[in-house]
């Protein structure tokens, strides 16, 4: 039943001629850079490659997502989605029923959406993620369940691990489940934080590895990007695991995207990994690991041609010198770091790196000052990184005012440390991650001998009550 409804969603997709006319004379690769362009224009976060718009050419896609919507209508000014070759939302959703309650804006439509599945798990009214993952659940079932060589994994967000006969080899539709969840794992985490995401997101992983071990790929281009996509996924999964304090966890999962990478010969994965260990080291208190870690990841990075990833791997190798005290190892790494980030964006830059821009260089910039125990210094990066930060992106706007709150209490400003601290309060409703939960408790930790402020005391006492 499964492969005759996969038959029938491929032979219903038709190609998008007027997205197609829409690109003109432009490649794949030069379209999504401007889709790229237009996105930061207005604030928007969108990663966009060149597999992507042939997908939209193909009638893969029958409707964008929201942040991509909202992308498209600014590139074409007077335009609605059916001018762009789209069809409304509410066609291609009409289908699906029993979800509790509607998702959340920027969920939709990551795959053809136009298959009706219901889920054996119901949604929670409590979680803010079960909409979210329910969509994570359709894409993964759709390509896992539907193709599967020998005894692979059909794994989605929020469902059970289960296995399938071996049917036809992996191809594109099973590739772009692993890509697609690698995607929405870093929105979902973008929106909520990790700590309600980790045991979810563990599943899509293991039936990634699993389709990579079955080893029934139909070309090498099919396998190089199943390579890929498992390995971002090990270490979109290892993020949760770091962010929510499972460090243990979060190491196999880096090393494990690192053998990939290896394995694959893939710099820009093997890049991304030592990047992530480099930070995972720096939160672990492994300082020189640190240091060796992103100087690993700059030496793999250098012939992939995209400035802001040395930006980051240089800012990851300030932390680690900062966590040794090395002030003038930290300063290097800094300046070095801003010489590349003032390059600016390129078509080279990984997907992943849509989240750095000047909100978390500053924020990177506050934690190596944070450090050296330069309070102040810290706290005015910490304060413009919180200035910037995209609204809609709440887990790294409650982290950073997290980090502003910690800077400003050590620096001698209670007052301000409180206020700080009642807006990352303000936030934690819809964030779970136990790294800022921790932030803002040393935070109170340090604030506790001021408590006879007003502003500190009602802090002070909102956090035990949240804590409670």
């Not at 997502?65 to 600014?74: G, I, S």
């Not at 007077?78 to 029923?97: C, I, M, P, S, Y």
């Not at 009642?422 to 800022?436: A, E, F, K």
């Not at 932030?439 to 009550?465: I, K, N, Q, Y």
Request: aromatic letters at 6%.
């Amino acid at each position: 039943m499964a492969s005759s409804s996969s038959s029938s969603q491929a032979a219903r997709a038709v190609p998008n001629l007027a997205f197609r006319r829409l690109r003109g004379q432009r490649s794949p690769g030069e379209f999504a850079a401007a889709v790229r362009k237009a996105a930061r224009q207005i604030g928007e976060q969108v990663s966009c490659d060149a597999r992507y718009i042939g997908r939209v050419e193909a009638g893969e896609i029958r409707c964008p997502n929201y942040a991509y919507e909202r992308v498209f209508l600014h590139m074409f000014p007077g335009l609605a989605l059916a001018d762009l070759g789209f069809t409304a939302r509410e066609q291609v959703r009409g289908g699906r029923g029993g979800r509790g309650r509607p998702p959340e804006p920027d969920s939709a439509c990551l795959r053809p959406c136009d298959s009706p599945t219901s889920s054996s798990s119901p949604a929670s009214p409590n979680s803010p993620f079960d909409s979210n993952i329910d969509e994570v659940s359709d894409v993964l079932r759709r390509a896992f369940m539907t193709s599967g060589p020998a005894t692979v994994a059909a794994a989605s967000l929020g469902l059970g691990l289960g296995l399938v006969p071996a049917q036809r080899r992996v191809g594109d539709a099973e590739v772009n489940a692993v890509e697609e969840a690698v995607r929405r794992i870093r929105l979902l985490d973008d929106r909520h934080g990790a700590d309600g995401l980790y045991q979810r997101a563990a599943q899509p992983l293991r039936a990634a590895y699993a389709l990579l071990d079955a080893g029934l790929t139909a070309r090498r281009s099919t396998a190089d990007r199943l390579h890929a996509g498992a390995g971002e996924l090990a270490i979109s999964v290892g993020w949760l695991a770091h962010d929510s304090g499972r460090f243990d966890d979060a190491r196999s999962h880096y090393a494990e995207a690192l053998a990939t990478a290896r394995v694959a010969g893939d710099e820009a994965l093997e890049a991304h990994a030592f990047c992530n260990t480099s930070f995972l080291a720096r939160d672990a208190g492994r300082h020189r690991e640190a240091v060796r870690s992103a100087q690993a990841g700059q030496q793999a990075a250098r012939r992939l041609a995209s400035p802001r990833l040395l930006s980051l791997l240089s800012l990851r190798e300030a932390g680690g010198w900062a966590g040794l005290g090395d002030r003038s190892g930290c300063e290097k790494s800094l300046a070095r770091a801003h010489a590349y980030f003032d390059r600016g964006a390129a078509e080279a830059d990984p997907e992943w790196m849509s989240f750095f821009g000047e909100p978390e260089l500053e924020a990177l910039q506050a934690q190596c000052w944070a450090a050296l125990g330069e309070w102040p210094r810290a706290a005015r990066h910490a304060r413009r990184a919180a200035a910037l930060q995209d609204r809609r992106f709440t887990r790294n706007l409650a982290l950073y005012r997290a980090e502003l709150a910690a800077d400003l209490a050590r620096g001698g400003f209670p007052d301000e440390a409180a206020e700080a601290g009642h807006q990352v309060l303000d936030l934690l409703d819809g964030v779970q991650s136990s790294r800022i939960q921790s932030m803002l408790s040393d935070t109170a930790s340090v604030l506790a001998p001021e408590r006879g402020r007003g502003e500190v005391g009602s802090f002070l006492d909102r956090h035990a009550e949240a804590v409670r």
